[in-house]
């Protein structure tokens, strides 16, 4: 996301990033410059105008001209006045009430209205252990509801059971009480879509949250429609009392328009941003990571607070047991690849890291890519039970047999045979030093 506009941001950076001092109309030039840049990323114009104000007024005191670096010094101040646009904060979802919450999803139709029910469900679920209920109030669309049951099974979420002709507020009369019935601690309300903002379905939707009184009401836009989107973020909030505003589509955003201009122009804060069509493609939005990705900044913090929701502590702790005891086998080295490629394989980890690219072309032939994950995933399975657990027992005929099963060579079997002892006595050396404590050691 945020390609061109970060392309074009770099650009104006790395020329002032070449000069020794800047003086006032150096910078002038460069705001310039940033000023296009946001107007062509299909910023709102009165939010370009006050950012380029802010910014020049800052940059263009006296700390800066006479600063050692100039040039870093706009960058920061850049950085701190995107950040603000963007909502300065985290909006976390405000759930703190006795359950059952609500959530109320409102939007118009092809937004991603009912994907990101499902995606929050699905979050909320797995991440923070709720019991989520979910149900459709979409009666006009053939198959809505249909739709989120399917979504429900998929992501294990409980939805409401369908009973045909029943009225939207029918409906959410009966989840509410559902969910209170049978303990859920959260229900999503899905609501019918528009294909434009119209009257009659704004009053179903009035009608809706009056009988729910949900906690958030938010709205689903899709980040791809620029301006459009922000203009219907503030036709719906003049409507309903909105509480936040999940952005999709982030994913193929270069301009990043929307994002940009949504709090500013609604005073609403974005509180999700959908990053795919599968159901975990949704992100918490955080205005600081967000400048960083948009600066070029490398977005370690975001890569380490996806490292800690993948590595569950306890399995690490199980893991470091076995490994202390020698029993570290193919299957436990197996389960540590897997959990490699759900952070995103390496091409991920290149993309938040800024140096992980010179690690790479670094290491031997260059070759560190997803296909060895791959390649090695291949390797053990074609391995027998007995080969897995005890992969001494792996003699120069089945190292041959298990190369051509898994389309690799003899070498790589040896290859992945020396890695798994590494690991094994790297781990032994860690359970000497206090255990997972004792990792720090390692590196630091
Ligand atoms: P609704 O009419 O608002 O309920 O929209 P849907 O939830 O049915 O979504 C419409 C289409 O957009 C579906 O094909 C989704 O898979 C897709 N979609 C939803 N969110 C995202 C996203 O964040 N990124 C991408 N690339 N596609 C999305």
């Known amino acids: 996301m945020f390609e061109s506009l970060s392309e074009r941001l770099g650009g104006v950076f790395e020329r002032l990033r070449g000069r020794g001092a800047l003086g006032e109309a150096d910078v002038r030039a460069a705001m310039r410059e940033v000023r296009i840049a946001l107007l062509e990323a299909d910023v709102a114009l009165p939010v370009v105008r006050d950012f380029i104000e802010k910014v020049t007024e800052q940059a263009v005191g006296h700390q800066v001209v006479k600063s050692v670096t100039p040039g870093q010094q706009v960058v920061k ?11 300065s904060e985290t909006a976390e979802l405000e759930l703190d009430v006795s359950p059952p919450a609500i959530i109320m999803m409102v939007g118009l139709q092809g937004s991603g209205k009912t994907t990101t029910s499902a995606k929050i469900a699905k979050r ?5 252990r709720k019991k989520v209920l979910m149900a459709s109030l979409d009666v006009n669309r053939p198959a809505a509801q249909e739709q989120l049951a399917t979504l429900g099974t998929q992501v294990n979420v409980a939805t409401l059971p369908i009973v045909a002709g029943q009225q939207p507020v029918d409906i959410a009369r009966r989840a509410l009480q559902a969910a209170k019935l049978q303990g859920f601690d959260v229900l999503v309300l899905d609501t019918a879509g528009r294909l434009h903002v119209d009257q009659a379905l704004m009053d179903e939707m009035k ?5 729910a009184q949900p906690q958030e009401i938010l709205l689903v836009v899709d980040s791809l429609t620029g301006q459009d989107a922000v203009n219907v973020a503030k036709n719906f909030s003049e409507q309903v009392p909105l509480t936040g505003v999940v952005l999709t ?7 990043g328009g929307a994002a940009l201009s949504m709090r500013a122009v ?4 974005i509180k999700f941003a959908g990053m795919g069509e599968k159901l975990d493609a949704l992100e918490q939005f955080h205005p600081s990571r967000v400048a960083g990705r948009i600066l070029g900044m490398g977005d370690v913090v ?3 607070e996806r490292a800690t929701e993948t590595i569950n502590a306890d399995e690490a702790e ?5 490994m202390a005891k020698g029993q570290f086998d193919m299957n436990d080295l197996r389960a540590q690849l897997d959990q490699m490629k759900r952070m995103g394989g390496m091409g991920a980890l290149a993309s938040m890291m800024p140096g992980i690219k010179k690690v790479q072309n670094a290491m031997a032939n260059g070759q560190v890519d997803d296909r060895i994950l791959v390649r090695m995933d291949a390797m053990i399975g074609s391995m027998t039970p007995k080969e897995r657990s005890k992969p001494e027992l792996l003699n120069a005929k089945r190292k041959i047999r298990v190369a051509k099963g898994s389309g690799t060579t003899v070498q790589d079997v040896n290859r992945l045979l020396k890695m798994h002892q590494e690991m094994s006595s790297a781990m032994k050396k860690i359970r000497k030093m206090g255990g997972l404590k004792g990792l720090g050691a390692l590196f630091g």
Request: glycine fraction near 8%; charge should be negative; proline fraction near 2%.
């Open 124 to 128: 909320l679920t797995e991440k923070d």
């Open 302 to 304: 975001s890569l380490v």
């Open 249 to 255: 589509r982030m994913d193929g955003d270069a301009r």
């Open 77 to 87: 101040i850049v950085n701190d006045a995107l950040v603000e646009m963007l909502g």
């Open 318 to 322: 199980k893991l470091a047991q076995k």
């Open 207 to 211: 009608a809706v949250a009056d009988v």
């Open 266 to 269: 609604t005073g609403k804060p």
